[in-house]
């Protein structure tokens, strides 16, 4: 079929994901150009792996905060018009508005982790659904477009967002699997495998999110948005809401932004390699804790983790150190800091995830061997976070202010 955007039908090789904040900011600006009318009119559709002209992609990058949001909205800012680039910031803000409400919500993540725990179970006891798991995970649906996505997913840890959408609906509607077994697969093996990002999109297709609000796979939109690569058959034609029993209140937000006040040590982790920006003082010495086996109670995909390790490495190459994984981040760190010689550590603050987990269940008995914790907040998410109490539009609404206090305005 004869491409009807000459603009995007070159052919070129595939994005190259290199866990780098070189590579990032090298995507960066390469794309920032096109993040005004080019990515409003483009960014739905799909074109394949070695057409991405139309998405910037540098979520990988940003998930990890080997570049960080304010940075991208900086350049973007300085080339276009908010007006211009209205599409590209919001969705730069999706990121902030699901990191947002999880903050508040976080019986959401807990309560997925229980699910999932209970439905590897089930799965061992029930071959019928086991078959069918397998079957779908290993791209064997016959669904053209869903196995197309499932090798390049396992190929290149990346999917565009259009796809995920579609993937999603399918696994649980046509299908009708568990979207918790779907979301799992999904965190890992993306290279963005985001905890908040990757739940609530997931609740969100199957009308958990939005209570009663699904999202429909359609053929024809399919057709449409990969420019007829895909002529899917069999999809479901009625997306009814998934429904569950437990309620997840929304609790305040309770974060400081302290610094450390003495020397310290630096924790980076893969919530934000960027950390070290948001000190006002040098480190004594800095570690790196990775906690991906945290997303999963099955086996990362090598992609995946091969990024986290990569950006890591990066981010602690010539003053840092990356601890052995290990589950007790406690002795880790008490260890660290006093072969420092210091009492304090301080970190990024880590928003609901494995990362707070760890860090959570580190600090008594580092506020028993006399060692403080401190979580520093990014002032960006200070001032986003309190408007991601419901739907996205309460967030929205609120951007050019956000901008504003931000000092970015173009």
């Not at 190259?16 to 990515?39: C, I, M, N, V, W």
């Not at 800012?77 to 007006?83: I, N």
Request: with cysteine; aromatic share 10%; hydrophobic share 40%.
């Amino acid at each position: 079929m004869t491409s009807v955007f000459p603009e995007f039908a070159e052919r070129s090789e595939p994005i190259s994901f290199t866990p780098t904040r070189a590579e990032g900011l090298k995507r960066l600006d390469q794309f920032t150009a096109r993040t005004g009318r080019h990515y409003a009119q483009m960014r739905n559709y799909d074109f394949g792996a070695k057409r991405r002209s139309n998405v910037s992609a540098l979520s990988p990058w940003l998930r990890h905060r080997l570049i960080t949001e304010a940075e991208v909205l900086q350049r973007v800012l300085a080339r276009h018009s908010v007006k211009a680039s209205e599409k590209f910031v919001q969705e730069v803000f999706w990121r902030t508005y699901f990191k947002g409400w999880l903050e508040q919500h976080p019986s959401v993540w807990t309560q997925y982790q229980r699910d999932l725990v209970d439905l590897l179970e089930a799965l061992g006891n029930n071959s019928e659904l086991q078959t069918q798991v397998s079957t779908a995970v290993a791209g064997k649906t016959g669904i053209d477009c869903f196995d197309h996505w499932v090798r390049e997913l396992l190929e290149t840890g990346y999917l565009h967002n259009h796809a995920r959408m579609w993937f999603a609906s399918i696994w649980i509607f046509t299908l009708r699997l568990p979207w918790q077994l779907g979301a799992d697969f999904f965190l890992r093996h993306l290279l963005d495998g985001d905890p908040a990002s990757n739940t609530l999109s997931w609740r969100w297709v199957g009308g958990l999110h939005t209570k009663g609000k699904t999202y429909l796979a359609r053929a024809d939109n399919i057709a449409k948005f990969t420019e007829g690569r895909f002529q899917p058959c069999g999809l479901a034609t009625l997306a009814e809401p998934l429904t569950e029993e437990v309620e997840h209140p929304r609790v305040p937000l309770s974060f400081t932004a302290i610094q450390p006040s003495s020397p310290y040590l630096l924790l980076l982790t893969e919530e934000d390699l960027a950390a070290a920006d948001l000190m006002s003082s040098a480190p004594t010495a800095v570690i790196g804790l990775l906690a991906t086996r945290g997303r999963t109670p099955n086996a990362m995909g090598h992609a995946a983790r091969e990024f986290a390790l990569g950006a890591m490495n990066d981010a602690l190459d010539a003053f840092g150190q990356l601890a052995e994984p290990t589950e007790d981040w406690a002795a880790t760190l008490i260890k660290s800091a006093q072969d420092a010689g210091v009492s304090t550590i301080a970190t990024a603050y880590a928003p609901v995830g494995p990362v707070r987990s760890r860090l959570d269940r580190a600090e008594p008995d580092l506020n028993s061997a006399g060692i403080t914790l401190h979580r520093v907040v990014r002032p960006a998410d200070v001032i986003a976070w309190p408007h991601a109490k419901a739907g996205f539009f309460g967030l929205k609404k609120k951007i050019p202010s956000i901008l504003n206090q931000m000092n970015l305005t173009s």
